[in-house]
């Protein structure tokens, strides 16, 4: 981890936090494309973002 930069919990990548990121917002790992959720900002604190399940009108 560089400069308290979080890590990718898939790749261990550096992942970049944009500046006027919140809490629960989405964001992808520039290095292997894996959708990230913020959870905590104070630390940064990234899990794996849900998966999106079809609704089908139900």
């Given amino acids: 981890?560089?400069?308290g930069t979080p890590l990718c919990p898939e790749c261990d990548a550096d992942v970049e936090i944009p500046t006027d990121a919140m809490e629960n917002e989405l964001l992808s790992?520039?290095?292997c494309?894996?959708?990230l959720e913020i959870m905590n900002l104070n630390?940064?604190?990234l899990e794996l973002?849900?998966?999106v399940e079809e609704d089908w009108g139900e």
Wanted: glycine share 6%; hydrophobic share 25%.
């Fill in 29 to 31: 790992c520039a290095e």
């Fill in 49 to 51: 973002a849900p998966e």
């Fill in 43 to 45: 630390p940064i604190e």
């Fill in 33 to 35: 494309g894996t959708e």
């Fill in 1 to 3: 981890m560089t400069d």
